[in-house]
C-alpha cells in the first residue's frame, strides 16, 4: 500500500490560475518535503516542514507556498503558475529520530508525484 | 558550490561491467547519506543507505569518507535493469533536518 500518496496524479492548469497539490503520509513521519524536479534535472528541495516549523529555501520563489494542517497532510500552493512552473511535483517525508538536531534523519519516502502542466 | 556534487555522466558500459558513481558533499555537518535510484518519470525509490564503515547489497557497494566529504556507488556485474539515473543524498544534521540531491548520475547499460 502506497505510503506518501499525492494527488492528482496529472495536474492542467491555466497560466496565471491559482493550484493546490496535495500530499499525505500514513508513516507518522514528522517531516514533509516539497520538491521541484524538470526534465532531465534532479529534484530541487522548495521548503520543508520539520514538524509545524516551516522551512523555505532561499531561492524558491514567492510563488510557492505550503501548508501542513497536521501530521499527515501537506499542500503546495501556487499562486499564479507560470509555464516555467511546469514540471514533477514530488512530496517526500522521512522521520528524525531523537531530539531536534539529533541523531539521524531516515531515509526520505516519496509520493508518485504530480506532474503539473500549465497551459 | 553546490550542496551535492556527482558527476553527470552519462556512463553507457556493456552489461557485465562494473561502474562506479562519485559524490562530493560541501555540509560537513551532513549525517545521513543516501544513494537513489530514479527511472524514468518516476520518483526516486531509496537504492541504499550509506555508513562509514561502507555497506554491500548484492551486487552493490557503497562508501562513504567522511574526511574527505565524498560518497562512492559501486555496481558490479551490472544488469540491463541497472539503466536508470542514480542519485547521490545528503541529510543535514541541524535543526532544519533537510534532505538534498546531488543532480544525478545517469546510466545505461547496453547488451
Known amino acids: 500500500d502506497a505510503m506518501v500518496i499525492q494527488n492528482p496524479r496529472y495536474q492542467v492548469t491555466q497560466f496565471g490560475k491559482p493550484v493546490t497539490l496535495s500530499c499525505s503520509q500514513t508513516?507518522?513521519?514528522?517531516?514533509m518535503y516539497w520538491y521541484q524536479q524538470k526534465s532531465s534535472q534532479a529534484p530541487k528541495l522548495l521548503f520543508h516542514?520539520?514538524?509545524?516549523?516551516?522551512?523555505n529555501e532561499a531561492d524558491t520563489p514567492d510563488n510557492f507556498q505550503s501548508r501542513r494542517p497536521n501530521t499527515s497532510f501537506c499542500f503546495l500552493d501556487i499562486r499564479s503558475p507560470g509555464l516555467g512552473d511546469a514540471a514533477m511535483y514530488l512530496c517526500?517525508?522521512?522521520?528524525?529520530?531523537?531530539?531536534?538536531?539529533?541523531?539521524?534523519?531516515?531515509?526520505?519516502?516519496f509520493g508518485q508525484g504530480t506532474r503539473l502542466t500549465v497551459v | 558550490r553546490k550542496e551535492v556534487e556527482q558527476d553527470p555522466g552519462p556512463f553507457n558500459v556493456p552489461e557485465g561491467a562494473t561502474v562506479a558513481f562519485n559524490c562530493t558533499y560541501s555540509?560537513?555537518?551532513?549525517?545521513?547519506f543516501f544513494w537513489y535510484r530514479q527511472d524514468c518519470r518516476k520518483e526516486p525509490k531509496l537504492l541504499m543507505s550509506?555508513?562509514?564503515s561502507g555497506n554491500e547489497d548484492g551486487r552493490f557497494t557503497a562508501q562513504l569518507n567522511r574526511a574527505s566529504q565524498y560518497i562512492s556507488l559501486l555496481i558490479r556485474d551490472s544488469k540491463l535493469s541497472d539503466s536508470a539515473t542514480y542519485l547521490c543524498?545528503?541529510?543535514?544534521?541541524?535543526?532544519?533536518?533537510?534532505?538534498?540531491f546531488g543532480s544525478g548520475t545517469r546510466l545505461s547499460i547496453r547488451p
Open positions: 517526500a517525508t522521512s522521520r528524525v529520530k531523537g531530539p531536534r538536531g539529533g541523531l539521524m534523519n531516515t531515509e526520505a519516502f
Open positions: 508513516l507518522n513521519h514528522n517531516v
Open positions: 516542514y520539520y514538524d509545524k516549523d516551516f522551512n
Open positions: 555540509n560537513s555537518a551532513s549525517q545521513s
Open positions: 550509506v555508513y562509514s
Open positions: 543524498v545528503v541529510s543535514e544534521y541541524s535543526s532544519a533536518s533537510k534532505i538534498i
